[in-house]
Nanobody, 125 residues
Framework: VQLQASGGGLVHAGDSLRLSCAAS????????TGWFRQAPGKQREFVAA????????YYTDSAKGRFTISGDSAKTTVYLQMNTLKPEDTAVYYC???????????????????WGQGTQVTVSS
């Protein structure tokens, strides 16, 4: 599946943004779709994921209560609603997908074999 991420931008602390990741070539049915982010000089880190079969969602601790991952009914787009943004949320955000992610690896970069191009999120203080 090919992925196209969008929705990033420059916002102030406390603002909200919604990122989108659109699938092309096929739907997300049977996939696990994740959002990761990478700040300058840091490793890419897990933010959130959704298993399309069952709709279960998973979050890193820093995202819990502020971010929500969801998908559309057509299973072609996954969203990351980000509220109460902080300067430390500044990063390039990537969406990723795989049909073979096991639960114990859901936050692992190497568990995903399809990646979008990334969208920049900058939060000013």
């Amino acid at each position: 599946v090919q992925l196209q991420a969008s929705g990033g931008g420059l916002v102030h602390a406390g603002d909200s943004l919604r990122l989108s990741c659109a699938a092309s070539g096929r739907t997300f049915s049977g996939y696990t779709t994740g959002w990761f982010r990478q700040a300058p000089g840091k490793q890419r880190e897990f933010v959130a994921a959704i298993r399309w079969n069952g709709g279960h969602t998973y979050y890193t601790d820093s995202a819990k209560g502020r971010f929500t991952i969801s998908g559309d009914s057509a299973k072609t787009t996954v969203y990351l609603q980000m509220n109460t943004l902080k300067p430390e949320d500044t990063a390039v955000y990537y969406c990723a997908a795989s049909r073979s992610v096991i639960l114990s690896n859901i936050g692992a970069v190497g568990a995903y074999n399809s990646w979008g191009q990334g969208t920049q999120v900058t939060v000013s203080s």
